[in-house]
């Protein structure tokens, strides 16, 4: 995979180096122009300069060296336990982190409170999660409810819908639920 990475940077870096143009370097390593002019905006040298080496340092350097995409350290993980069990809620605890430049919303830390197999950093919650999500109730519905229903499979022969004027009638309920019939 990184092997693949390093060879388009290094044919990047060599086609600016013969002054190509985005577009033909572009069709040398077979992505879009755009990728090019993006690849050389986000990892050139503050002089504008670019060079592959210092472009694949940049590209590493964002990659945070977490495992997973959005991971957080157990360091992390331990200190909002620690702000948990002193009675911070979800939202401050994320407003003080936002305020130290560490971005964690206060719906990861709910899901890693419910994810808690001990149970004891829900006793230090808001409402210490009593309140969940009720599922709502089925209702049945309106067509097992029609009074002296009678089948579209016991219908007449004649009611085919090949004459003028035979149409589906029992799918027609007035607001009781009664058929609607004149």
Not at 81 to 103: C, F, K, T, Y
Not at 140 to 168: L, Q, V
Request: aromatic share 8%.
């Amino acid at each position: 995979m990184f092997g693949n990475a390093i060879c388009r940077l290094l044919q990047c870096y060599l086609g600016l180096k013969r002054k190509w143009s985005k577009s033909r370097i572009a069709d040398e390593i077979g992505v879009s122009k755009s990728t090019v002019c993006r690849e050389v905006r986000r990892n050139s040298k503050p002089d504008g300069s670019y060079v592959w080496k210092y472009a694949q340092a940049k590209c590493d350097e964002r990659r945070h060296g977490l495992t997973g995409n959005h991971r957080k350290p157990d360091e992390l993980w331990w200190r909002i336990d620690r702000m948990i069990e002193d009675d911070w809620s979800p939202g401050q605890i994320a407003g003080v982190l936002r305020n130290e430049g560490i971005s964690i919303c206060k719906q990861t830390i709910y899901n890693h409170v419910h994810a808690d197999k001990t149970g004891k950093l829900g006793r230090h919650m808001p409402h210490e999660l009593k309140y969940n999500r009720r599922a709502r109730r089925q209702r049945p519905t309106k067509a097992t409810n029609i009074a002296n229903r009678t089948s579209i499979h016991e219908r007449p022969a004649e009611a085919d819908g090949k004459r003028f004027g035979d149409w589906e009638m029992d799918t027609i309920v007035d607001g009781t639920a009664m058929p609607y019939s004149r």
